[in-house]
């Protein structure tokens, strides 16, 4: 194969990238979310790319990987349905009572908690969700909140690794590169398992002193009621069905995104008095709208080749 030659599309799409992803990360100097770095990008691309000749929108569309934004959507939906019901506070509560004044106990079944959402949740969405019910706990025992915070962010991103819907950069992988749920959790899964018992030891080590406190038990009864049980209920019933659709969608030749799609549907029938549009509402479009542009951004800076042009400097050190 004849090497790729420079020219001015990939110089083009190359700076054009450089600087997307420098007011990405740069969000907290500047203070404009990154998303609307990544609008500008994508449109500049799409923009770069007709005038070259390399990119246009209809080749924009086709680089977004819907199965991505689809599945992420769903979950968002089916999370947003799950929230009001006082389901997430029933089992904290009671986790927190079981735990009888043992606060490493009480770090380890948390924890535990928080991991198991986030093999299907999105990490963040697991932690923006037990976050405040942590304070609210430790204010009623009396102790400091630090340790069950970290364990919380800590253990959701180490559950999140561990399966391909756990966390949006393992679906772009797994999308990309035709991983399914059941060959990439095989893969990562007792590596994750190693790092989590790992991360548990360290902070009961570091934080020994703060989880050797005391606490003052109160009575977390009246705290425990859920408002919709029938939701939570027919929640849980069909999380757990998606879990075995999840491990079967690659033999029923289903993406993951629907089986999550599947899900919400059934959830929106079964689940008692469910409004689309109040729960549609909460799903997070900025999130969804960053995704699609990074895909659009990407795909652009494919079609010119400037990727290719890169990676043939690499492919002699393999």
């Given at each position: 194969?004849?090497?790729?030659?420079?020219?001015?599309?990939?110089?083009?799409?190359?700076?054009?990238?450089?600087?997307?992803?420098?007011?990405?990360?740069?969000?907290?100097?500047?203070?404009?979310?990154?998303?609307?770095?990544?609008?500008?990008?994508?449109?500049?691309?799409?923009?770069?790319?007709?005038?070259?000749?390399?990119?246009?929108?209809?080749?924009?569309?086709?680089?977004?990987?819907?199965?991505?934004?689809?599945?992420?959507g769903?979950?968002?939906?089916?999370?947003?349905?799950?929230?009001?019901?006082?389901g997430f506070?029933y089992?904290?509560?009671?986790?927190a009572?079981?735990?009888?004044?043992?606060?490493?106990?009480?770090?380890?079944?948390?924890?535990t908690?928080?991991?198991?959402l986030?093999?299907?949740?999105?990490?963040?969405?697991?932690?923006?969700?037990?976050?405040?019910?942590?304070?609210?706990?430790?204010?009623?025992?009396?102790?400091?909140?630090?340790p069950?915070?970290?364990?919380?962010?800590?253990?959701?991103?180490?559950?999140?690794?561990?399966?391909?819907?756990?966390?949006?950069?393992?679906?772009?992988?797994?999308?990309?590169?035709?991983?399914?749920?059941?060959?990439?959790?095989?893969?990562?899964?007792?590596i994750?398992?190693?790092?989590?018992?790992?991360?548990?030891?360290?902070?009961?080590?570091?934080?020994?002193?703060?989880?050797?406190?005391?606490?003052?038990?109160?009575?977390?009864?009246?705290?425990?009621?859920?408002?919709d049980?029938?939701?939570?209920?027919?929640?849980?019933?069909?999380?757990?069905?998606?879990?075995v659709?999840?491990?079967?969608?690659?033999?029923?030749h289903?993406?993951?995104?629907?089986?999550?799609?599947?899900?919400?549907?059934a959830?929106?029938?079964l689940?008692?008095?469910?409004?689309m549009d109040?729960?549609?509402?909460?799903?997070?479009?900025?999130?969804?709208?960053?995704?699609?542009?990074?895909?659009?951004?990407?795909?652009?800076?494919?079609?010119s080749?400037f990727?290719?042009?890169?990676g043939?400097?690499i492919?002699?050190?393999?």
């Amino acid at each position: 194969m004849e090497p790729l030659l420079w020219n001015n599309a990939m110089l083009a799409s190359g700076i054009i990238l450089a600087v997307t992803f420098v007011g990405i990360f740069t969000e907290g100097v500047h203070g404009f979310h990154r998303a609307k770095f990544a609008l500008a990008g994508a449109g500049a691309m799409v923009l770069c790319g007709q005038f070259y000749g390399f990119y246009n929108p209809e080749l924009a569309i086709e680089a977004i990987d819907w199965n991505v934004v689809f599945l992420l959507g769903a979950m968002m939906t089916i999370v947003s349905i799950m929230i009001p019901t006082g389901g997430f506070q029933y089992l904290a509560y009671t986790i927190a009572d079981l735990s009888q004044g043992r606060l490493f106990l009480l770090l380890v079944m948390m924890g535990t908690l928080v991991t198991v959402l986030s093999l299907l949740l999105d990490n963040v969405t697991t932690v923006v969700i037990f976050g405040p019910l942590i304070i609210l706990i430790c204010q009623a025992l009396r102790v400091n909140p630090i340790p069950f915070l970290l364990a919380a962010a800590l253990l959701s991103d180490t559950g999140g690794v561990a399966t391909l819907v756990g966390d949006p950069p393992n679906l772009m992988i797994g999308s990309a590169a035709g991983i399914d749920f059941n060959t990439f959790f095989m893969h990562m899964g007792f590596i994750v398992f190693v790092a989590w018992v790992g991360t548990l030891f360290l902070l009961k080590y570091l934080f020994r002193k703060k989880l050797a406190v005391k606490p003052v038990m109160p009575e977390f009864s009246e705290k425990e009621e859920i408002a919709d049980p029938r939701t939570w209920k027919m929640a849980l019933a069909i999380l757990a069905a998606m879990v075995v659709g999840f491990i079967l969608h690659d033999d029923l030749h289903w993406e993951p995104w629907f089986v999550a799609a599947l899900g919400l549907t059934a959830l929106v029938f079964l689940g008692s008095n469910v409004e689309m549009d109040d729960y549609f509402s909460e799903v997070e479009i900025t999130l969804l709208v960053f995704f699609m542009s990074l895909f659009i951004l990407i795909g652009g800076v494919e079609h010119s080749q400037f990727l290719q042009f890169i990676g043939q400097f690499i492919v002699p050190f393999e």
